[in-house]
């Protein structure tokens, strides 16, 4: 009931940015939060950054503090996902996702998560 298409992803020098995109569509009323997640093979998906859909409240983990922004324009139905400063070790697909839940507490976990994108490449080199 929600779709969700990711861009923006590319090759880039390490000390770089991009600005990734995941546009919604379908009832995008229902979205509550939506969450970035990163994942390279072999290791299992980690949370990113999550923003709040109503409130523009937004949440960070560790890896990306002071170098990721979570934005988002309710009006094109679109979060963003701003890559500063980056490192070899961002490599890697990144994915949003949408929860449909009202909390009042983010999630880190993949499985609160109900709609996934096709994930867009990020590739940092050294």
């Known amino acids: 009931q929600v779709q969700l298409v990711e861009s923006g992803g590319g090759l880039v020098q390490a000390g770089g940015s991009l600005r990734l995109s995941c546009a919604a569509s379908g009832r995008t009323l229902s979205i509550s939060t939506t969450g970035w997640f990163r994942q390279t093979p072999g290791k299992a998906r980690e949370f990113v950054a999550a923003i709040h859909r109503s409130a523009g409240s937004v949440y960070y983990a560790d890896s990306g503090k002071g170098r990721f922004t979570i934005s988002r324009d309710n009006a094109k139905n679109t979060v963003y996902l701003q890559l500063n400063s980056l490192k070899p070790e961002d490599t890697a697909v990144y994915y949003c996702?949408?929860?449909?839940?009202?909390?009042?507490?983010?999630?880190?976990?993949?499985?609160?998560?109900?709609?996934w994108g096709q994930g867009t490449q990020v590739t940092v080199s050294s």
């Open positions: 996702a949408t929860r449909s839940r009202a909390s009042p507490q983010f999630s880190i976990y993949e499985g609160s998560y109900d709609y």
